[in-house]
């Protein structure tokens, strides 16, 4: 059964921007963006409570923004200024329990390509 579904992928040319989006069938107290690209290990990308605290990894601050709208169980990563090295599968994931410091993720979705050329 799926539970997380994104949405939002896309190529995009360096600078360029996208709005991955993930809707999920299940209320989650933590959800957060995660990437993997070729060759490398999964990365968390971003992190939101459902109190809206977030948490995002340095190589993103000031470029990507993650946001909730908890009535329609649905999490957003707005990316701007988009690198070449922001390519990606990229993830949602969810913990229904815990906070976001010490989240569990139990639930993924099936990934969005995110292709930044230079």
């Known amino acids: 059964q799926v539970r997380l579904m994104e949405s939002g992928g896309g190529s995009v040319q360096a600078g360029g921007s996208l709005r991955l989006s993930c809707v999920a069938k299940?209320?989650?107290?933590?959800m957060g963006w995660f990437r993997r690209a070729p060759g490398k290990e999964r990365e968390e990308v971003a992190t939101?409570?459902?109190?809206?605290?977030?948490r995002y990894t340095d190589s993103v601050k000031g470029r990507f923004t993650i946001s909730r709208a908890n009535a329609k169980n649905t999490l957003y990563l707005q990316m701007s200024s988009l690198k070449p090295e922001d390519t990606a599968m990229y993830y949602c994931?969810?913990?229904?329990?815990?906070?976001?410091?010490?989240?569990?993720?139990?639930?993924w979705g099936q990934g969005t390509q995110v292709t930044v050329s230079s």
């Open positions: 994931a969810a913990d229904p329990w815990r906070d976001c410091n010490q989240a569990d993720f139990v639930y």
């Open positions: 939101i409570d459902s109190d809206g605290i977030t």
């Open positions: 299940i209320s989650a107290n933590c």
